[in-house]
């Protein structure tokens, strides 16, 4: 195997390369897979396989609700009304800036929390190939050079807990 920390692709597109060319330099061996010492190494120096969540603050989510091409046309419309003193157009053009953000936070809140849903509701799996035996791992522990089998489904499987997490796995008997 190939020290974990030297991984190099030898500037080569890995996606035409040679399957021989892209094991050895992935480090992988199609047989046994990596070792558990070499995933521990490359999950240490490349990270998890997960996407970084940044949750915004709503005084963040607020203030930007506020920044816009619309959102500026309003707030001109209003200070010029405010300036020229009529204030009643002031008072209306302000209530539909605020209607505009309130809308826009709604709607923001609800996209939120129905991507929070859908993720909780797939336990991204992925059957990997290491130490010579196909295991079951959380997809966030993959790292370049890991081999897995993946099985093509027409349609996702339901389980007694709901929806299944549809993995496309190619099945060779």
């Not at 992925?126 to 522990?141: E, F, M, P, S, V």
């Not at 370049?144 to 008997?173: H, M, S, W």
């Amino acid at each position: 195997m190939v020290d974990s920390l030297s991984i190099k692709t030898s500037g080569v597109d890995l996606e035409k390369a040679p399957l021989d060319q892209v094991m050895q330099d992935l480090g992988a061996d199609a047989k046994t897979g990596l070792s558990a010492s070499e995933t521990q190494a490359r999950l240490q120096k490349y990270g998890a396989n997960a996407l970084e969540e940044k949750e915004e603050s709503f005084t963040h989510k607020l203030v930007h609700a506020f920044m816009g091409p619309i959102e500026y046309m309003i707030e001109a419309a209003a200070i010029i009304s405010a300036i020229i003193g009529h204030w009643d157009d002031f008072i209306i053009i302000m209530l539909l800036l605020i209607f505009n953000v309130t809308i826009d936070l709604w709607q923001s809140q609800k996209a939120s929390s129905a991507l929070v849903a859908l993720k909780k509701g797939i336990a991204p799996q992925a059957n990997a190939l290491r130490n010579g035996k196909y295991q079951t791992i959380d997809a966030a522990t993959l790292v370049p050079g890991d081999i897995i089998k993946i099985r093509l489904r027409l349609t996702p499987g339901y389980t007694k807990n709901g929806l299944e997490a549809c993995f496309f796995q190619p099945v060779f008997d």
